[in-house]
């Protein structure tokens, strides 16, 4: 895996800008690698990712809510334990889709393989994590002859599950493609490039 030194370094070029110093210059940095685009129009985009925030956040007040009620299936070992991987995969899925929602509509490889490998990640192990906590709090309920108090406990995680299973698919489906960046081809024409 490549230190963040590295990934810089692949993507991003020194050149020289005039400026009012002793040297004469300073050192800019600019991206040359492709442009990477979530190929929908910019405005639909746009709400797209809010969308897919709001509904995590969403997620989350379901999970808490489910959480906080006073059932024996939450007190429950084998309920907790799935429950909290959950809301610490739904951390990575919340700054995963906080990086989505502040990347530009035309965005760079390093924050593209970001919100990727976070998105990826994280919503497939809040999916399982809630499956397991929704199973386990179910077989409370089965086995406790349907107590109503373990009923909400159970809405609540099976709508936290249902909102990162929305997620995932809608983030699956956004097309993407690259773009080619002209910039060094630009800097060298204006003589900025040596």
Known sequence: MKTPQERFEENYAAVEKPANN??????????????YLWDKPETELKKCKRVLLGVSVLGLACCLFAGAQRCEANTALWVG??????LCAHVLELYGLIMF???KY???KMTYT???RLLTLALPMR??????TT???????????????????????LSSCATAIYIYRTYRALPLRTERNYTL???EAQGRLH
């Open 22 to 35: 002793k040297d004469g210059f300073k050192i800019e940095y600019v991206y040359y690698a492709p442009w």
């Open 127 to 132: 999916i399982g994590m809630m499956v397991l």
């Open 106 to 108: 035309r965005t760079t």
């Open 81 to 86: 334990v799935p429950a909290l991987l959950g």
């Open 135 to 157: 199973a386990a709090v179910a077989y409370y309920l089965v086995c406790s002859g349907f107590s109503a108090e373990g009923i909400p406990a159970l809405c609540g995680f």
């Open 114 to 116: 970001d919100v990727n």
């Open 185 to 187: 081809e630009e800097l």
């Open 101 to 103: 929602n502040c990347a």
